[in-house]
Protein backbone atom coordinates (compact mmCIF):
# COMPACT_ATOMS: atom_id res chain seq x y z
CA UNK A 1 0.00 0.00 0.00
CA UNK A 2 1.11 3.08 -0.97
CA UNK A 3 2.33 5.28 2.29
CA UNK A 4 0.67 8.98 2.45
CA UNK A 5 2.92 11.97 3.71
CA UNK A 6 1.59 13.85 6.75
CA UNK A 7 3.27 16.65 5.92
CA UNK A 8 5.27 18.26 2.59
CA UNK A 9 7.09 21.08 2.91
CA UNK A 10 8.81 22.36 -0.23
CA UNK A 11 11.25 19.90 -1.00
CA UNK A 12 10.67 17.28 1.84
CA UNK A 13 8.10 14.86 2.36
CA UNK A 14 7.65 13.31 6.37
CA UNK A 15 6.15 10.33 6.85
CA UNK A 16 4.35 9.09 9.97
CA UNK A 17 7.15 5.95 11.16
CA UNK A 18 5.78 4.81 14.25
CA UNK A 19 7.64 6.13 17.56
CA UNK A 20 10.02 7.91 14.64
CA UNK A 21 9.46 10.13 11.15
CA UNK A 22 11.06 9.35 8.11
CA UNK A 23 12.00 12.67 5.94
CA UNK A 24 12.18 12.35 2.37
CA UNK A 25 13.85 14.88 0.00
CA UNK A 26 12.50 14.98 -2.83
CA UNK A 27 13.84 16.09 -6.58
CA UNK A 28 11.57 19.24 -6.35
CA UNK A 29 13.22 22.88 -6.09
CA UNK A 30 11.98 26.51 -5.33
CA UNK A 31 12.61 29.43 -5.52
CA UNK A 32 11.17 33.09 -4.40
CA UNK A 33 8.96 30.74 -2.19
CA UNK A 34 7.56 28.84 -5.20
CA UNK A 35 7.80 25.44 -6.58
CA UNK A 36 9.10 24.72 -9.76
CA UNK A 37 7.21 22.81 -12.43
CA UNK A 38 10.71 21.22 -13.04
CA UNK A 39 12.97 18.71 -10.77
CA UNK A 40 16.30 18.36 -10.33
CA UNK A 41 16.25 14.39 -11.00
CA UNK A 42 19.27 13.26 -8.16
CA UNK A 43 19.51 16.21 -6.44
CA UNK A 44 17.59 14.62 -3.06
CA UNK A 45 20.18 12.12 -2.43
CA UNK A 46 22.50 14.68 -3.23
CA UNK A 47 21.11 16.75 -0.25
CA UNK A 48 20.74 14.11 1.73
CA UNK A 49 24.15 12.56 1.54
CA UNK A 50 25.38 16.18 2.87
CA UNK A 51 23.15 16.50 5.48
CA UNK A 52 23.85 13.17 6.73
CA UNK A 53 27.62 13.99 5.98
CA UNK A 54 27.62 17.08 8.38
CA UNK A 55 25.05 15.39 11.47
CA UNK A 56 28.16 13.05 11.63
CA UNK A 57 30.97 15.85 11.98
CA UNK A 58 28.65 17.97 14.22
CA UNK A 59 27.42 15.85 16.57
CA UNK A 60 29.64 16.61 19.37
CA UNK A 61 28.40 20.22 19.02
CA UNK A 62 24.79 19.47 19.07
CA UNK A 63 23.32 16.14 18.92
CA UNK A 64 20.70 15.78 15.68
CA UNK A 65 18.35 13.77 14.84
CA UNK A 66 19.70 11.31 12.31
CA UNK A 67 18.87 7.30 13.04
CA UNK A 68 19.36 6.01 9.50
CA UNK A 69 19.21 6.49 5.73
CA UNK A 70 18.88 2.56 4.84
CA UNK A 71 15.78 1.39 3.60
CA UNK A 72 15.96 -1.56 5.26
CA UNK A 73 16.35 -0.38 8.78
CA UNK A 74 13.23 1.57 8.15
CA UNK A 75 9.64 -0.39 9.64
CA UNK A 76 8.49 -2.91 7.39
CA UNK A 77 5.86 -0.87 5.77
CA UNK A 78 8.30 1.57 4.12
CA UNK A 79 11.09 -1.58 2.96
CA UNK A 80 9.62 -1.43 -0.43
CA UNK A 81 10.49 2.01 -1.49
CA UNK A 82 13.18 1.62 -3.20
CA UNK A 83 13.13 5.18 -4.63
CA UNK A 84 13.54 6.14 -1.39
CA UNK A 85 16.72 5.05 -1.64
CA UNK A 86 19.94 7.40 -0.69
CA UNK A 87 16.97 10.35 -0.14
CA UNK A 88 15.17 8.96 2.69
CA UNK A 89 15.95 9.71 6.72
CA UNK A 90 14.79 7.59 9.49
CA UNK A 91 14.51 10.08 12.00
CA UNK A 92 13.78 11.03 15.85
CA UNK A 93 10.63 13.30 16.50
CA UNK A 94 11.34 16.26 17.98
CA UNK A 95 9.04 19.32 19.46
CA UNK A 96 10.49 21.70 16.66
CA UNK A 97 10.93 25.66 17.59
CA UNK A 98 9.04 28.04 15.45
CA UNK A 99 12.16 30.19 14.30
CA UNK A 100 14.61 29.60 11.10
CA UNK A 101 17.63 30.14 12.82
CA UNK A 102 20.20 31.83 10.11
CA UNK A 103 23.63 32.80 10.80
CA UNK A 104 25.50 35.30 8.12
CA UNK A 105 28.93 35.49 7.71
CA UNK A 106 29.36 37.58 4.69
CA UNK A 107 26.77 40.01 3.41
CA UNK A 108 23.97 38.48 0.73
CA UNK A 109 20.90 38.13 -0.49
CA UNK A 110 17.70 39.11 2.30
CA UNK A 111 20.56 40.42 4.61
CA UNK A 112 22.18 43.02 1.60
CA UNK A 113 19.60 44.12 1.19
CA UNK A 114 18.31 45.37 4.27
CA UNK A 115 21.85 46.37 5.25
CA UNK A 116 21.65 48.76 2.29
CA UNK A 117 18.44 50.20 3.80
CA UNK A 118 19.18 50.65 7.17
CA UNK A 119 22.56 49.85 7.81
CA UNK A 120 21.61 46.95 10.08
CA UNK A 121 20.33 43.33 9.70
CA UNK A 122 18.13 41.72 12.32
CA UNK A 123 18.43 44.71 14.35
CA UNK A 124 22.18 44.39 14.57
CA UNK A 125 23.58 47.75 13.40
CA UNK A 126 26.85 46.78 11.12
CA UNK A 127 30.16 49.07 10.09
CA UNK A 128 29.54 51.49 7.56
CA UNK A 129 30.20 50.95 3.49
CA UNK A 130 29.93 47.50 2.97
CA UNK A 131 29.93 46.02 -0.02
CA UNK A 132 27.96 43.10 -1.56
CA UNK A 133 29.21 40.08 -0.40
CA UNK A 134 31.59 41.20 2.12
CA UNK A 135 32.56 39.06 5.08
CA UNK A 136 31.89 40.66 7.64
CA UNK A 137 34.14 41.43 11.00
CA UNK A 138 32.46 37.91 12.72
CA UNK A 139 29.48 35.84 12.08
CA UNK A 140 26.05 37.27 13.21
CA UNK A 141 22.85 35.53 14.20
CA UNK A 142 20.07 36.54 12.52
CA UNK A 143 17.00 34.37 12.86
CA UNK A 144 13.42 34.36 10.88
CA UNK A 145 10.21 33.39 11.79
CA UNK A 146 8.83 30.12 10.15
CA UNK A 147 6.28 30.77 7.65
CA UNK A 148 4.48 27.93 6.92
CA UNK A 149 3.67 29.42 3.44
CA UNK A 150 4.93 32.44 2.13
CA UNK A 151 8.03 34.62 3.09
CA UNK A 152 10.05 34.04 6.46
CA UNK A 153 9.99 37.25 8.59
CA UNK A 154 13.55 38.25 9.80
CA UNK A 155 13.08 38.81 13.80
CA UNK A 156 15.93 39.93 15.89
CA UNK A 157 17.18 38.28 19.21
CA UNK A 158 14.42 40.00 21.80
CA UNK A 159 11.77 38.76 19.61
CA UNK A 160 13.14 35.50 18.89
CA UNK A 161 13.37 35.29 23.28
CA UNK A 162 9.99 36.55 23.27
CA UNK A 163 8.90 33.49 21.00
CA UNK A 164 11.06 30.35 23.22
CA UNK A 165 12.11 32.28 26.08
CA UNK A 166 15.31 33.46 27.01
CA UNK A 167 17.67 30.54 28.03
CA UNK A 168 16.86 28.80 25.08
CA UNK A 169 17.31 31.64 22.43
CA UNK A 170 20.90 31.97 23.91
CA UNK A 171 21.56 27.99 23.63
CA UNK A 172 20.38 28.26 20.22
CA UNK A 173 22.04 31.19 18.97
CA UNK A 174 25.41 30.18 20.26
CA UNK A 175 24.88 26.14 19.10
CA UNK A 176 24.21 28.03 15.81
CA UNK A 177 26.92 30.65 15.62
CA UNK A 178 29.33 27.03 16.90
CA UNK A 179 27.79 24.88 14.50
CA UNK A 180 28.25 27.90 11.10
CA UNK A 181 32.18 28.73 12.73
CA UNK A 182 32.91 24.81 12.66
CA UNK A 183 31.82 24.09 9.13
CA UNK A 184 32.93 27.90 7.14
CA UNK A 185 36.11 26.63 8.26
CA UNK A 186 36.25 22.98 7.65
CA UNK A 187 34.37 24.28 4.13
CA UNK A 188 37.04 26.83 3.64
CA UNK A 189 39.73 24.11 3.34
CA UNK A 190 37.90 22.61 0.75
CA UNK A 191 37.81 25.52 -1.49
CA UNK A 192 33.69 26.58 -0.29
CA UNK A 193 32.41 29.74 1.22
CA UNK A 194 29.51 29.17 3.54
CA UNK A 195 28.61 32.35 3.10
CA UNK A 196 25.49 32.38 5.11
CA UNK A 197 23.28 29.32 6.21
CA UNK A 198 19.62 28.16 8.18
CA UNK A 199 19.07 25.76 10.45
CA UNK A 200 16.14 24.13 12.25
CA UNK A 201 16.29 22.90 15.98
CA UNK A 202 14.00 21.14 17.80
CA UNK A 203 13.81 19.37 21.65
CA UNK A 204 14.19 15.88 22.14
CA UNK A 205 13.15 15.22 26.32
CA UNK A 206 14.28 18.43 26.97
CA UNK A 207 17.54 18.80 24.81
CA UNK A 208 18.26 20.99 22.09
CA UNK A 209 18.54 18.88 18.54
CA UNK A 210 19.03 19.44 15.23
CA UNK A 211 16.35 18.53 12.67
CA UNK A 212 15.72 18.72 8.77
CA UNK A 213 18.68 19.39 6.65
CA UNK A 214 21.84 21.41 7.77
CA UNK A 215 24.43 23.10 5.53
CA UNK A 216 23.12 21.90 2.05
CA UNK A 217 23.17 24.20 -1.12
CA UNK A 218 19.34 24.60 -0.43
CA UNK A 219 19.41 25.87 3.16
CA UNK A 220 23.14 27.78 2.33
CA UNK A 221 25.01 29.71 -0.04
CA UNK A 222 27.91 28.57 -1.00
CA UNK A 223 30.85 29.75 -3.17
CA UNK A 224 34.56 28.84 -4.76
CA UNK A 225 36.70 30.32 -2.65
CA UNK A 226 39.04 30.76 -5.63
CA UNK A 227 36.64 32.73 -7.75
CA UNK A 228 35.68 34.81 -4.64
CA UNK A 229 35.96 38.69 -5.18
CA UNK A 230 34.05 41.39 -2.77
CA UNK A 231 31.46 43.51 -4.56
CA UNK A 232 29.31 41.58 -6.16
CA UNK A 233 27.36 38.60 -6.67
CA UNK A 234 29.30 35.14 -6.33
CA UNK A 235 29.69 32.13 -8.46
CA UNK A 236 27.77 29.53 -6.67
CA UNK A 237 27.35 26.03 -5.88
CA UNK A 238 24.04 26.56 -4.72
CA UNK A 239 20.03 27.29 -6.38
CA UNK A 240 21.60 30.75 -6.08
CA UNK A 241 22.69 29.85 -9.82
CA UNK A 242 18.70 29.22 -9.96
CA UNK A 243 17.20 32.45 -9.00
CA UNK A 244 19.82 34.08 -11.28
CA UNK A 245 18.24 32.74 -14.40
CA UNK A 246 14.81 33.22 -13.38
CA UNK A 247 15.72 37.12 -12.86
CA UNK A 248 16.53 37.00 -16.44
CA UNK A 249 12.83 35.99 -17.50
CA UNK A 250 9.88 37.96 -17.55
CA UNK A 251 7.96 36.58 -14.59
CA UNK A 252 6.21 38.60 -11.62
CA UNK A 253 7.77 35.44 -8.98
CA UNK A 254 4.18 34.24 -8.48
CA UNK A 255 2.82 30.60 -8.95
CA UNK A 256 3.30 29.15 -11.79
CA UNK A 257 6.68 29.25 -11.81
CA UNK A 258 8.60 28.50 -15.37
CA UNK A 259 10.06 25.31 -16.13
CA UNK A 260 13.98 25.09 -16.03
CA UNK A 261 15.41 24.05 -19.41
CA UNK A 262 17.44 20.92 -19.62
CA UNK A 263 20.77 23.06 -19.76
CA UNK A 264 19.90 24.65 -16.23
CA UNK A 265 18.36 22.00 -15.03
CA UNK A 266 21.81 19.59 -15.70
CA UNK A 267 24.28 22.63 -14.57
CA UNK A 268 22.26 23.13 -11.59
CA UNK A 269 22.74 19.58 -10.48
CA UNK A 270 26.06 19.20 -11.35
CA UNK A 271 26.97 22.35 -8.51
CA UNK A 272 25.45 20.21 -6.31
CA UNK A 273 27.57 17.31 -6.81
CA UNK A 274 30.73 19.67 -6.81
CA UNK A 275 29.75 20.77 -2.97
CA UNK A 276 29.26 17.43 -2.10
CA UNK A 277 32.75 16.40 -4.37
CA UNK A 278 34.71 19.29 -1.89
CA UNK A 279 33.05 18.72 1.09
CA UNK A 280 33.19 15.16 1.74
CA UNK A 281 36.25 13.80 -0.78
CA UNK A 282 34.08 11.53 -2.46
CA UNK A 283 31.80 11.02 -5.53
CA UNK A 284 28.45 10.47 -5.14
CA UNK A 285 26.80 7.72 -7.21
CA UNK A 286 23.14 8.65 -8.56
CA UNK A 287 22.43 5.29 -10.07
Given amino acids: MQQQPFKSGKVRDIYEAGEHLIIVASDRISAFDCILPTPITGKGKVLSSISKFWFSQTADIVPNHFISDDVA ?115 HQRGIIIADTKFEFGLIDGKLTLVDEALTPDSSRFWDVEKYTPGASQDSFDKQFVRDYLETLDWDKTPPAPALPTEIMQRTLDKYLEAYSRLTGNKLDLA
Fill in 73 to 187: DFPQEFQDQEDWQGRAMLVKRAAVLPIECVVRGYLAGGGWKEYQQSGAVSGITLPASLQQSQQLPEPIFTPSTKAESGHDEPISFEQTSQLIGEELAAQVKSTSLQLYSFAANYA
